[in-house]
């Protein structure tokens, strides 16, 4: 149980051009989902939290008008980077949690790695 | 908020216990210590949490001290897939966020 999936795994694009992630929770309804991003050698960085028919929380520094974030259902948020330059170049990876209580465990994805050229 | 130190990365013998520790001595009287883990290029895996109690699952186990200053991650008999960063992460703030440190790459060798 607690299965977290995303699509795609990969994906290479040109400068300027939007590309969307897909997070879906497979086996359990998610009210909340994080987005993290990941560079080289680094640690996973928090970018949002969403949670289900609510606008997502963006952390400081994360512009919340180039990475779009839907979390339209209990099961699905997607992640848009808009107008996406090479130092957006990343790992993407989602997480998922039952409910908003603290504490409750987060069940992670297997991660987009995004090239942009 | 609580933070952890671990070590940068440590060894261990395949099939023999890899115990990583972790310290938390600022963490909060209700905040649970989560252990997690990133194999290559992937998504991170949960492991196991805890908030006073020792906890044990088919994964690993945790052992906190009585202070919560710390606890230590056992996985009981290493195998080379073990090999991985080992995040052990206290929750901060409200709303179920984790934080990331640089984790501890375990290496196991045969």
């Known amino acids: 149980g607690a299965v977290v999936s995303q699509h795609p795994s990969w994906v290479i694009c040109k400068s300027g051009t939007s590309v969307k992630i897909e997070c879906r929770s497979l086996?359990?309804?998610?009210?909340?989902m994080f987005w993290y991003r990941q560079f080289p050698k680094q640690s996973l960085m928090l970018m949002a939290t969403?949670?289900?028919?609510?606008?997502?929380?963006?952390e400081q520094g994360v512009e919340k008008d180039k990475f779009l974030i839907n979390h339209a259902s209990l099961t699905l948020s997607t992640l848009t980077v808009t107008s996406a330059h090479p130092e957006d170049s990343s790992f993407y990876i989602c997480?998922?949690?039952?409910?908003?209580?603290?504490?409750?465990?987060?069940?992670f994805g297997p991660g987009t790695r995004l090239t942009v050229l | 908020d609580a933070k952890t130190t671990q070590p940068t990365s440590m060894d261990c013998a395949e099939g023999r216990a890899a115990n990583l520790p972790c310290n938390h001595s600022?963490?909060?009287?209700?905040?649970?210590v989560y252990w997690y883990r990133q194999i290559h290029s992937q998504g991170p895996q949960y492991i196991i949490h805890?908030?006073?109690n020792n906890e044990t699952n088919e994964m690993a186990s945790l052992i906190i001290t009585e202070d919560r200053k710390s606890s230590t991650l056992i996985l009981p008999h290493a195998t080379l897939r073990d090999t991985a960063v080992y995040y052990c992460?206290?929750?901060?703030?409200?709303?179920?966020?984790?934080?990331f440190g640089a984790g501890t790459i375990l290496r196991v060798k045969s």
């Open positions: 997480s998922a949690s039952r409910t908003r209580v603290w504490a409750d465990t987060q069940y």
């Open positions: 086996d359990f309804q998610a009210t909340t």
């Open positions: 969403s949670n289900e028919g609510s606008k997502a929380t963006y």
């Open positions: 600022t963490i909060s009287g209700n905040e649970y």
């Open positions: 805890g908030l006073k």
């Open positions: 992460i206290v929750r901060v703030g409200y709303g179920n966020k984790l934080v």
